[in-house]
């Protein structure tokens, strides 16, 4: 009898999930409540441990061929001057590529034609009856994203998402191309541009703020006074973006889960070990989360053993990421005593970034 598996979430973690699963044999349906592949988000960075899990599912080349290299690396002061420079020669020697950029649609895209005849229920309402689910498949794996209401379900009230502290917007510019990576650390803030592509440059900023301290319809206003007077990049970015192209949103973090499975339940993604931005690792992880475990189920004799053995492969290793993640979103809010920061920050570049 062919096993079955129910995805809650459509999104990069649940798209994965499908096809790593299905490539095992298992007859897979997907809940996405969305109607839709999104048409718009900002860029994604592909580290290499992730083009190998999209290897794994068949479809790395596609996105070494639609994504934007990224060449060069740069942390700089809001004067222009340079802070550190990532190694980026140093990563694709020891791994074997370089960092690929592209959007969240276009991955989404690229994840949905390799699906095959998995079945994806588009405009499902969040599925809240865990227990019917349960009950009905073999496996339910939850990929409902850093609100995960499975997680809740399954774990208790106190493991809801918690607010990090920082705001965060994005958007991207049409027509402006780049394939240097420039971050840009001031006192609180930072402001990044990569590439992006179709020959856009992505761009996003963070900074420490209340939450829900949003200002709907001046959100650029608000970013002009912030960042207006630094230095290129971030200076040419905010000149072209107009109000309608600015995204906000807090961001939210997954507490310290005790597992990432429970009976033949799964978490992955978000719902497993959302952090902050800061490493720009959230993507990655999700589709390392989805080959692991299609890998664990494959290898185990019952579902449940593959399970223990995905939350032995996985806990601890996004864990500890996660931590480092808010290591760097505090690093970046500092106010005072900044050339402190900034040689911290020249350390940490000096093994090269991870893979």
């Known amino acids: 009898m062919v096993d079955t598996a129910a995805i809650i979430g459509g999104g990069i973690g649940g798209l994965a999930t499908a096809i790593a699963l299905r490539r095992s044999g298992w007859r897979v349906t997907v809940y996405e409540r969305d109607a839709e592949i999104p048409a718009t988000g900002t860029a994604l960075g592909m580290w290499p441990a992730a083009l190998r899990a999209l290897d794994t599912l068949g479809v790395g080349d596609d996105v070494r061929k639609l994504g934007r290299r990224q060449s060069v690396g740069e942390f700089r002061r809001p004067d222009g001057t340079r802070i550190a420079t990532i190694d980026t020669a140093r990563l694709e020697r020891r791994s074997g590529d370089p960092v690929y950029l592209l959007s969240r649609p276009a991955l989404l895209t690229v994840l949905h034609r390799a699906m095959g005849e998995t079945a994806l229920r588009f405009g499902t309402p969040q599925v809240r009856q865990l ?84 200002t709907p319809g001046s959100e650029l206003a608000t970013l002009r006074r912030r960042f207006g007077s630094w230095a290129a990049p971030v200076r040419a970015v905010l000149d072209a973006i107009s109000e309608s192209e600015v995204l906000r949103h807090d961001v939210y973090v997954t507490p310290w889960l005790p597992t990432f499975t429970r009976d033949n339940v799964a978490l992955i993604g978000d719902a ?79 093994t090269g970034p991870p893979d």
């Open 272 to 350: 497993a070990h959302a952090m902050t931005p800061d490493l720009g690792r959230g993507g990655c992880e999700a589709l390392i989360d989805a080959v692991t475990l299609a890998a664990c189920l494959r290898d185990a004799p019952a579902v449940r053993d593959g399970l223990r053995a995905y939350d032995r492969q996985r806990r601890r290793p996004t864990q500890r990421l996660a931590r480092i993640s808010n290591v760097a979103a505090r690093m970046n809010r500092m106010r005072r005593a900044l050339w402190i920061r900034d040689g911290l920050l020249r350390a940490s570049m000096l």
């Open 131 to 214: 227990t019917r689910l349960r009950e009905e498949f073999d496996l339910v794996v939850a990929a409902d994203g850093v609100f995960s209401q499975a997680r809740t379900e399954l774990l208790g009230e106190r493991y809801r998402a918690r607010y990090s502290g920082g705001t965060a917007w994005r958007g991207y510019v049409e027509n402006m191309p780049t394939d240097s990576f420039v971050e840009t650390w001031g006192a609180g803030a930072k402001f990044g541009v990569t590439p992006q592509e179709g020959g856009r440059t992505n761009w996003y900023a963070a900074a420490a703020a209340p939450e829900g301290s949003f």
